[in-house]
C-alpha cells in the first residue's frame, strides 16, 4: 500500500499493510528539534523561531515546511496537516495582544499559542458585523504549497470547531457557556454564524486540495464535558451534523478532536456524523475502551502521551509505549496513531522519531502479540 491508501483504509476502518502513523501539528520549533533528531549535523543554522501567529509566508515560512516535507518522507509519515493562516495585527504598546480577522483579541503564551481574551461580540446587536467577515483567500497559500510538494500524502486540514468559535468571537469560555441558561437565542444566533463561516473555509480547502477535515475544539475537561449532555445536543450537535453532512456530500471524511474526556456525549458526536476521534487523551479516557466502543464505528487516533513521556521519557520509554498501544487497539484495523494531543515545543526531538520509529517497526498487520 502507498501512504494515502494506507491512511485511507485505516480512516474507513480496514486493517491496512501496517498501522498508519502521523501527527497534525508541528510548529517551527518541534521541526527543528526533530529534523536536527534525525538528520543531525545536516540541518543549517536557522532564524529565531516564530509565533503561531507570525504567519507570513516569507522564504524562512516556506524553509521550515521543507524540512518537514523531509522529516515526513525520510519517516514514511502518512498524512500531513495543514490550517488557515490567520490575519493577525499587533496591538501597539502590547507584545503579547493580537488582533485577527474577527476582531478577536488574543494574548501570546510564551510559545507563541494564542488565547482569547476579548471578543468583538458583547450582545446580539454585533452579530450583523460577525455575518460581514469572509475567510480570507491568502490565508490557504500554506494549504496550496503543501499539497504541491507532497502530494502523495494525505492532506488533512484544520477547521475551528462552531462551538470553540462562539466563545473566541465573546473572547472567553466562562463568557458564552452561561449564555446557554441566560439567552439560549442568543447562543443559537451567534452558533448559526459561526457555522456558516466555517462552512465557506471548508469549501474553500477543498477546492485546494484537501482531502480529510479535523474539527478543532475542545469539548471537555478532565473530569467531563464543558456542558450538559442536553445542552451539547440542543446547542452544538445540529451543527456538528450539518458540517459533517456537508463533508460527506463531497465524499470527505471528517474527524473531531478533542482533549478531555468526552464519553458522556461520545455516542451523539457519532450521531452526528463523526468517523474518527482524535485523541483519546490518556490522562481521562482509556483508548483500549473507547477502542472497544467504537469498533465498527468510527476509526480512532492517538494517544502516546504529549504530557510527560514525550517531553520526559526516555527513547525506550516511547518505544514501548507505542509497542503497547498498537497490540491493545490496532488489531481489527480503524487504529491511526499520533501524539495526545500535538508535538509541541515541549517534545524532545530524538523521542519524537523515536515514536515514529517504533510505530513502523511494531505497526505491521498481522499486529505481533495479539
Same mark, same amino acid.
Given at each position: 500500500?502507498?501512504?494515502?491508501?494506507?491512511?485511507?483504509?485505516?480512516?474507513?476502518l480496514?486493517?491496512?499493510?501496517?498501522?498508519?502513523?502521523?501527527?497534525?501539528?508541528?510548529?517551527d520549533?518541534?521541526?527543528?528539534?526533530?529534523?536536527?533528531?534525525?538528520?543531525?549535523?545536516?540541518?543549517?543554522?536557522?532564524?529565531?523561531?516564530?509565533?503561531?501567529?507570525?504567519?507570513t509566508?516569507?522564504?524562512? +515560512?516556506?524553509?521550515?515546511?521543507?524540512?518537514?516535507?523531509?522529516?515526513?518522507?525520510?519517516? *514514511?509519515?502518512d498524512?500531513?496537516?495543514?490550517?488557515?493562516?490567520?490575519?493577525y495585527?499587533?496591538?501597539?504598546?502590547?507584545?503579547?495582544?493580537v488582533?485577527?480577522?474577527?476582531?478577536?483579541?488574543?494574548?501570546?503564551?510564551k510559545h507563541?499559542?494564542?488565547?482569547?481574551?476579548?471578543?468583538p461580540?458583547?450582545?446580539?446587536?454585533?452579530?450583523?458585523?460577525?455575518?460581514?467577515?469572509?475567510? *480570507?483567500?491568502?490565508?490557504?497559500?500554506?494549504?496550496?504549497?503543501?499539497?504541491?510538494?507532497?502530494?502523495e500524502?494525505?492532506?488533512?486540514?484544520?477547521?475551528?470547531?462552531?462551538?470553540?468559535?462562539?466563545?473566541?468571537?465573546?473572547?472567553g469560555?466562562?463568557?458564552?457557556?452561561?449564555?446557554?441558561?441566560?439567552?439560549?437565542d442568543?447562543?443559537l444566533?451567534l452558533?448559526?454564524?459561526?457555522?456558516?463561516?466555517?462552512?465557506?473555509?471548508?469549501?474553500?480547502?477543498? *477546492?485546494?486540495?484537501a482531502?480529510?477535515?479535523?474539527?478543532e475544539?475542545?469539548?471537555?475537561f478532565?473530569?467531563?464535558?464543558?456542558?450538559?449532555? *442536553? !445542552?451539547?445536543?440542543?446547542?452544538?450537535?445540529?451543527? !456538528?451534523h450539518?458540517?459533517?453532512?456537508?463533508?460527506?456530500?463531497?465524499?470527505?471524511?471528517?474527524?473531531?478532536?478533542?482533549?478531555?474526556?468526552?464519553?458522556?456525549?461520545?455516542?451523539?458526536?457519532?450521531?452526528?456524523?463523526?468517523?474518527?476521534? !482524535?485523541?483519546?487523551?490518556?490522562?481521562?479516557?482509556?483508548? +483500549?475502551?473507547?477502542?472497544? !466502543?467504537?469498533?465498527?464505528?468510527?476509526?480512532?487516533?492517538?494517544n502516546?502521551?504529549?504530557?510527560h513521556?514525550?517531553?520526559?521519557?526516555?527513547?525506550?520509554?516511547?518505544?514501548?509505549?507505542?509497542?503497547?498501544?498498537?497490540?491493545?487497539?490496532?488489531?481489527?484495523?480503524?487504529?491511526?496513531?499520533?501524539?495526545?494531543?500535538?508535538?509541541?515545543?515541549?517534545?524532545?526531538?530524538?523521542?519524537?522519531?523515536?515514536?515514529?520509529?517504533?510505530a513502523?517497526?511494531?505497526?505491521?498487520?498481522p499486529i505481533?502479540?495479539?
Amino acid at each position: 500500500m502507498n501512504n494515502r491508501e494506507r491512511f485511507l483504509s485505516a480512516l474507513t476502518l480496514k486493517e491496512p499493510d501496517r498501522v498508519p502513523y502521523f501527527d497534525f501539528f508541528l510548529d517551527d520549533i518541534s521541526i527543528l528539534k526533530a529534523a536536527k533528531a534525525l538528520f543531525a549535523e545536516e540541518i543549517p543554522e536557522m532564524k529565531a523561531m516564530k509565533t503561531v501567529v507570525d504567519h507570513t509566508l516569507d522564504d524562512d +515560512t516556506y524553509k521550515y515546511q521543507d524540512l518537514l516535507f523531509e522529516i515526513i518522507k525520510k519517516m *514514511d509519515i502518512d498524512a500531513i496537516g495543514s490550517w488557515a493562516l490567520n490575519a493577525y495585527e499587533r496591538i501597539p504598546d502590547k507584545e503579547d495582544l493580537v488582533k485577527d480577522d474577527y476582531g478577536i483579541v488574543w494574548r501570546l503564551s510564551k510559545h507563541g499559542e494564542p488565547i482569547p481574551v476579548e471578543g468583538p461580540v458583547k450582545d446580539e446587536s454585533d452579530l450583523k458585523k460577525i455575518t460581514t467577515v469572509k475567510p *480570507d483567500h491568502s490565508n490557504f497559500k500554506l494549504l496550496g504549497y503543501i499539497r504541491e510538494k507532497v502530494p502523495e500524502r494525505v492532506l488533512i486540514f484544520g477547521l475551528t470547531d462552531p462551538f470553540r468559535l462562539c466563545w473566541s468571537l465573546l473572547g472567553g469560555l466562562e463568557k458564552f457557556l452561561p449564555l446557554y441558561l441566560t439567552n439560549p437565542d442568543f447562543c443559537l444566533k451567534l452558533t448559526r454564524i459561526a457555522t456558516d463561516l466555517v462552512k465557506q473555509e471548508f469549501q474553500l480547502a477543498i *477546492d485546494l486540495g484537501a482531502e480529510v477535515f479535523i474539527l478543532e475544539g475542545d469539548l471537555a475537561f478532565t473530569a467531563g464535558p464543558f456542558m450538559k449532555r *442536553d !445542552h451539547y445536543r440542543k446547542f452544538v450537535q445540529p451543527f !456538528h451534523h450539518e458540517i459533517c453532512e456537508m463533508a460527506h456530500k463531497q465524499d470527505v471524511p471528517m474527524i473531531k478532536h478533542s482533549d478531555g474526556n468526552i464519553w458522556m456525549i461520545l455516542d451523539d458526536l457519532i450521531e452526528a456524523g463523526f468517523e474518527a476521534f !482524535h485523541p483519546i487523551e490518556p490522562q481521562c479516557m482509556d483508548i +483500549t475502551e473507547v477502542k472497544k !466502543h467504537l469498533t465498527g464505528k468510527a476509526c480512532i487516533f492517538g494517544n502516546i502521551d504529549c504530557m510527560h513521556l514525550l517531553p520526559f521519557g526516555t527513547k525506550e520509554e516511547v518505544a514501548a509505549s507505542v509497542k503497547e498501544t498498537i497490540q491493545k487497539v490496532a488489531p481489527g484495523g480503524g487504529y491511526i496513531l499520533c501524539s495526545s494531543n500535538s508535538i509541541h515545543p515541549g517534545c524532545k526531538g530524538e523521542n519524537v522519531i523515536t515514536m515514529f520509529e517504533a510505530a513502523k517497526k511494531y505497526g505491521a498487520y498481522p499486529i505481533e502479540g495479539t
